[in-house]
């Protein structure tokens, strides 16, 4: 038994002593290739166990992403605490600089009152000993005894200005005169006593004579100057001109003023053939606006012109009469003549403006034999390529098409010497530079004047006259005002890119789901007379096609005369709208950026922004359909918080006009600094990381 016992000791001693041994390698690799069997067969796990793993990835997520966040305040906040102590640090130093500036004020103040009027008397110093005997220079202000050495020093004169008589300073030049011709006549008197000569006749008249020099003064040199308008025009002097000029708000620039053609004052200064003052006598034209008083004689005189103006300020007659001024000097407009083209040329952004300027000009022609073409898109080419072969005087046209017909040789502009471009920042907007520059380079270039204001013009020759009229100056138009205007004159009149101040500027802001309500809201306080016969008219604007239909059909819906008016519509579509609108068969226009600019509908009372447009300049243009020609109106936009990008220069136009600011504005961060400043640009990131 013992040695059983023994044997069985042994044998466990001899296993314990095999499991100390190490693994060998093939082993090793066996058991690893087994545990990659196991994690590679699949695990299916139940729904309770999937119910719980997915919820401890989320709780890890949710920690993660808490972390991050508490992370981003706390170095926003160390931002924010560095920036409040840098802003802290530089006012108190900006007190400290104040406060020693008005230490260092106050102590020179005091040094000059000491120096010239006398301070407290200094408190002498008890002299002992030998310094008894030195001289004390140390004055106070009563031991000034100057006034007793010199009688004049008691009475002194005070100068009287303006001497009772309107002189300047208190000098009075007629006492001048009169005691001058005294002491002449007293002098003359003395040396005739002591030459022992009698005075004669012709010393008394002369005497005389000097007697009324002072009335001769007034008569002469100190007539009242009239007002420029109580002046006819050839006594107009340089200061009557200027006083003018700032009256109208009329301002040059590029050119000396004096060098430029003077305005006209009334239409008979203008002195335009008598076949367009009967047109404007017609259309009730009692005086000329101020872009007609500084544009119309520099294009009698054939210079370039760039026109800047408000909205309705009436830029299109600016440029018409000129132009019907220089069709005049032409040859007659015979078939051999309209083999060349036309005589000028037009050029407007969008359809509806080119069909109003061809409305406008053949008012103005309509005494005269001119024949004018419209050329846009959206109509048959062919019909206007056989009206341009049969020969015009004026080609009103959209840049696209008008290229498109010179490609087609359906026209030619071999004598075309006279081009406007009217609107010519929305063209470039619009993308039609390229178009532009087409039509301008398809016209005879020698016709060009010269660069130099050196090289004197030929009396006998014919140059190229070049309006363009644009709201603002961008890159492009610069680049075309360069190439193709010579010597321009650019006549500013008021601000630009201001409104009128005969619009009210209401802004509201909402969210978009409310806009409908506010809509109809605003509607319901506009007066509208039975029969679809408007008593007022309302434009809507949107800044989408599918925006427009979808407010037209709410409109319909709560039973107004509505139409529409956007890009997607057919040309025909288009006028019968606005034909329909202007004609007060429709109560209300719902309209994109295409009747946002030189559109002029009569009687508009109301201009709604339903979408804010994409820039400061289109919301100028906009509410500027209402407001025209002297009435009063009114401009309801509706912002939200995705028009943050305009909120500065929102505000900023609020307050130049006078108008409300609504606090959810006036107090956003975005209207504080403008967009694309350094400060903006920090603005922006601090957003972003947020």
Request: aromatic share 6%; glycine share 6%.
């Amino acid at each position: 038994m013992e040695e059983g016992e023994a044997a069985d000791g042994n044998l466990s001693n001899g296993k314990a002593a095999k499991k100390a041994e190490p693994l060998a390698l093939e082993e090793l690799l066996s058991k690893r290739k087994q545990e990659m069997e196991a994690q590679a067969k699949p695990v299916f796990m139940s729904k309770k166990q999937r119910e719980e793993l997915a919820l401890q990835r989320r709780q890890e997520e949710a920690q993660a992403q808490r972390a991050l966040q508490e992370e981003r305040r706390k170095a926003e906040a160390a931002i924010l605490h560095k920036m409040q102590q840098e802003e802290a640090e530089r006012r108190r130093d900006e007190d400290r600089r104040k406060r020693t500036h008005e230490r260092e004020k106050e102590k020179e103040l005091e040094m000059i009152k000491q120096q010239y009027l006398g301070g407290d008397k200094v408190k002498k110093k008890v002299l002992k000993g030998s310094e008894k005997f030195r001289f004390n220079f140390d004055w106070g202000a009563e031991d000034d005894t100057s006034k007793d050495l010199n009688p004049l020093y008691n009475s002194t004169h005070q100068a009287s200005l303006l001497f009772g008589r309107g002189m300047r300073a208190g000098i009075d030049r007629r006492e001048q005169k009169k005691q001058a011709a005294e002491q002449e006549k007293e002098l003359l008197r003395k040396l005739r006593e002591a030459q022992g000569i009698a005075e004669t006749k012709e010393d008394r008249k002369r005497d005389r004579d000097r007697d009324l020099v002072a009335d001769l003064y007034d008569k002469a040199d100190m007539k009242v100057e009239k007002h420029w308008t109580e002046k006819k025009r050839g006594e107009m002097t340089e200061r009557d001109w200027r006083i003018f000029r700032e009256d109208y708000n009329i301002s040059y620039r590029g050119v000396n003023p004096s060098a430029a053609a003077l305005p006209i004052r009334n239409w008979e200064e203008a002195n335009l053939p008598k076949e367009l003052m009967k047109a404007i006598e017609k259309q009730g034209y009692k005086k000329p606006s101020p872009i007609q008083m500084a544009a119309i004689p520099l294009g009698l005189q054939q210079r370039d012109v760039i026109g800047i103006a408000e909205t309705g300020s009436g830029k299109t007659a600016a440029f018409v009469l000129p132009m019907l001024v220089y069709i005049e000097k032409q040859p007659v407009m015979t078939e051999e003549v309209a083999v060349e083209g036309p005589f000028a040329v037009v050029l407007a952004p969008t359809r509806e403006l080119a069909q109003q300027i061809e409305e406008e000009a053949a008012k103005l022609a309509a005494f005269t034999p001119y024949r004018m073409v419209s050329v846009v898109g959206g109509q048959n080419i062919e019909d206007q390529g056989f009206k341009l072969r049969k020969g015009c005087e004026i080609v009103i046209a959209t840049p696209g098409r008008l290229i498109d017909c010179l490609e087609k040789s359906y026209a030619v502009l071999n004598q075309c010497n006279y081009v406007v471009l009217d609107e010519a920042d929305r063209m470039i907007d619009m993308g039609f530079e390229p178009q532009v520059m087409g039509v301008l380079d398809a016209m005879p270039s020698s016709n060009l004047k010269p660069e130099s204001e050196d090289v004197e013009l030929e009396s006998n020759r014919v140059y190229r006259t070049t309006y363009m009229f644009s709201a603002t100056m961008p890159p492009a138009v610069e680049r075309l005002a360069r190439k193709y205007l010579r010597r321009p004159v650019v006549v500013n009149i008021g601000s630009a890119g201001k409104v009128t101040d005969n619009v009210t500027q209401i802004v509201r802001v909402a969210k978009e789901n409310d806009k409908p309500n506010m809509l109809q809201s605003e509607l319901e306080n506009e007066t509208f007379a039975e029969g679809s016969k408007a008593v007022s008219r309302v434009i809507v604007f949107v800044n989408t096609k599918r925006q427009c239909d979808n407010v037209s059909k709410q409109l319909e819906r709560l039973e107004y005369s509505c139409t529409v008016l956007h890009g997607g519509k057919t040309q025909d579509q288009r006028e019968a709208s606005l034909a329909g609108f202007r004609e007060t068969k429709y109560d209300v226009l719902v309209a994109t950026d295409v009747a946002g600019r030189g559109i002029d509908v009569p009687e508009v009372s109301m201009v709604i922004n339903y979408d804010m447009p994409g820039s400061i300049e289109q919301y100028t243009h906009r509410i500027g359909r209402t407001g025209r020609a002297g009435r009063k109106g009114r401009a309801i936009t509706f912002v939200t918080m995705s028009d943050t990008d305009l909120f500065y220069d929102l505000k900023k136009l609020l307050e130049e006009s006078g108008s409300a600011v609504p606090p959810q504005i006036a107090h956003h961060e975005a209207a504080r600094v403008k967009p694309g400043s350094v400060e903006g640009r920090r603005r922006d990131q601090t957003v972003y990381a947020k």
